[in-house]
Nanobody, 128 residues
Framework: QVQLVESGGGLMQAGGSLRLSCAAS????????MGWFRQAPGKEREFVAG????????NYADSLKGRFTISRDNGQNTVYLQMNSLKPEDTAVYYC?????????????????????WGQGTQVTVSS
């Protein structure tokens, strides 16, 4: 079992920055890929960013490249999402997810179906 707890969400004005954190417990955190997803009201959950088991490989949704940065600290069992130059369209519930299907996966998956553990989500609201 893996437990994921997100934090760091809140209300921010457009142009501001937020850093989300996701603390993991349970299985060996350093062995599996992690991802961030988001879901806006009335929309499907979408991939935001992923990071492989070591932190040496990251991937992003094309529309978010350059503004969002994913990182991880395996010593602290935590994955982060740094969000800069926030826009109102970034408003959503942000979820972290763990892919424990594969150990030491080189590239984090982008599909929801490839993640087997999810956090409860943290709300990010960006005002204009």
């Amino acid at each position: 079992q893996v437990q994921l707890v997100e934090s760091g969400g809140g209300l921010m004005q457009a142009g501001g920055s937020l850093r989300l954190s996701c603390a993991a417990s349970g299985r060996t955190f350093a062995s599996y890929a992690m991802g961030w997803f988001r879901q806006a009201p009335g929309k499907e959950r979408e991939f935001v960013a992923g990071i492989n088991w070591s932190g040496g490989g990251t991937n992003y949704a094309d529309s978010l490249k350059g503004r969002f940065t994913i990182s991880r600290d395996n010593g602290q069992n935590t994955v982060y999402l740094q969000m800069n130059s926030l826009k109102p369209e970034d408003t959503a519930v942000y979820y972290c997810a763990a892919d424990t299907y594969w150990r030491k996966r080189a590239v984090a998956p982008t599909s929801i179906d490839e993640y087997d553990y999810w956090g409860q989500g943290t709300q990010v609201t960006v005002s204009s």
